[in-house]
């Protein structure tokens, strides 16, 4: 009796894809596995980096701090150069009303009161020469008044007398400024 | 059970190792590798932080180092007479006496009102300042010739602690000046300005030395 044996094992069965899919999972792996240490050596040496500038900071610090006076006194010094710089440069100058007003003086008269602000200031002018008096109403005030350098806004004069005893012409205005 | 799983296993063993492999890498790109990689921009920039403050302490140690300490004690002592710490009274008297004395006037009198001496509240109210800068407001009389009290008023504007007349009367003889002495309490120091000490600029050191010369005589 003749019976039929299969000593077949069956359709072989192709695995290459299967094995070409683990080989590329395996170099994935190992390419993400290589940057992903770079990337953690770097981290490694930013922080070693950053610790080292941590330890220099606090050496310098100690050297600034073991002369501290001296480090405190040059900063006052720049910083109250800075507010004397700005007080220089906004301080109001009457004194230099005063001299353009006594500029205006003639010489035949003389400055004796002298009132002043920032805003206005007063002037009471003494002469026993009228002429003089006069020359500075007309043409010294009229100077000043259009000197717009001078930031004159009003000239008034306040009063105009002549003292009987001293026999001297005095004129007393004011200047208000801008 | 356990036939089972073996029988799942070797069903897809040949699937289970790529499938593993990839996941890790998955896991090791999200949880480690991408968290670890913008750290890194966060620890470089306090690296560069770091590196400017170190230069900045580095150049103000040396710049400290180069002084002499007798240059940086006496540009103190001009700055500190120009904007005092605190309403020196007899700093302004010695002031005051050295700008007649240049004048030739004679110094009638004066009228202050230096302010709170003590408060339990611990605060100073009602401190006159301008532009944040306080200020003590002190009245003067002074004799002399007209002239020479003019003179007294321009010294005023040339000397140490720093002034603002706001107003001048002369009136034959008799001289009545409204005067702002300014003064300027000590403060605490910011970090910055500790770290970063810059040397004095050009424009600074000529108004230091045009200070100096204004400095009251005996000082």
Known sequence: MKREINLSLGPRKDNTLAKRITLYSSIIF?????????????????????????????VLQAQLNSIKEQRDKFVVVKERLGEAKRILGRRLNITGKFDNVEALI?????????????????????????GSLSQLINEKIAELANDKKQGVQKIEMKSFLLNPITK?????????YK | ME??????????????????????????????????????????RQIDKKEQTVEDLQNSLSLLQSTPVAIIDRNFEV?????????DVALMFTMLNSAANKANVELQGFNLRVGDIFDTENEVKGERSIDGIPYLNVTIQAEGDNENLKAFAENLYQSLPLVELTKVSIDRGLGSYDVNFF????????????????????EETTLLQQLEGWMPSGI
């Open chain 1, 30 to 58: 190992s390419i993400v596995v290589c940057i992903t240490l770079g990337i953690l050596s770097y981290r490694l040496f930013l922080s070693n980096q950053l610790s080292n500038l941590t330890g220099d900071e606090e």
């Open chain 1, 106 to 130: 003639p010489s035949q008269a003389s400055l004796e009161t002298f009132n002043g602000t920032e805003e206005e200031v007063e002037l009471r002018v003494e002469s026993e020469n009228l």
């Open chain 1, 168 to 176: 001297k012409y005095t004129v007393v205005f004011s200047v208000t």
């Open chain 2, 3 to 44: 036939k089972e799983l073996r029988a799942v296993y070797k069903k897809y063993k040949q699937q289970l190792l790529p499938i593993t492999l990839l996941f890790a890498s998955f896991f090791i790109i999200f949880r480690v590798a991408l968290p670890q990689w913008s750290e890194i921009s966060e620890v470089q």
């Open chain 2, 79 to 87: 700055a500190t007479t120009a904007l005092p710490p605190q309403k």
């Open chain 2, 183 to 202: 003064f300027k309490p000590f403060e605490s120091i910011p970090a910055n300005f500790i770290n970063k000490i810059q040397s004095l600029t050009p």
